[in-house]
């Protein structure tokens, strides 16, 4: 069984920087697209960004361009998520999710690995709050 768990959240001030993971186990991740999401109180899950398993494809929500950054370490089943030039509104609960999506997957554009309905599994979230 899959499992993901997610570490490296904690209080930071504006404009300051962190750096989430997200480690998996219980697969073979090669065919793995994985995401990040974030959920703030009182609001809906917002998508943050999204790597193919080899890293050769990634996105980013609005929020997240020019400021974040994921990358994946294949050799330790691990990604990453660096948050940059933190703001109060990046204040959330920060989860990892993991989707098989098979060999020859392919994406392009705003909603490559950004709809959380494709995602099978999820972490148990870790917090990010930053404040001013």
């Known amino acids: 069984q899959v499992q993901l768990v997610e570490s490296g959240g904690g209080q930071v001030q504006a404009g300051g920087s962190l750096r989430l993971s997200c480690a998996a186990s219980?697969?073979?991740?090669?065919?793995?697209?994985m995401g990040w999401f974030r959920q703030a109180p009182g609001k809906e899950r917002e998508f943050v960004a999204g790597?193919?398993?080899?890293?050769?494809?990634?996105n980013y929500g609005d929020s997240a361009k020019g400021r974040f950054i994921v990358s994946i370490d294949s050799p330790k089943n691990t990604v990453h998520l660096h948050l940059n030039t933190l703001k109060p509104e990046d204040t959330a609960v920060y989860y990892c999710?993991?989707?098989?999506?098979?060999?020859?997957?392919?994406?392009?554009?705003?909603?490559?690995?950004?709809?959380?309905?494709?995602?099978?599994?999820w972490g148990k979230g870790t917090l990010v709050n930053v404040s001013s």
């Open positions: 790597i193919n398993w080899s890293g050769s494809t990634s």
């Open positions: 999710a993991a989707d098989d999506v098979g060999p020859n997957y392919y994406c392009s554009g705003t909603t490559c690995y950004a709809v959380d309905s494709q995602y099978d599994y």
């Open positions: 219980g697969g073979t991740f090669r065919n793995f697209a």
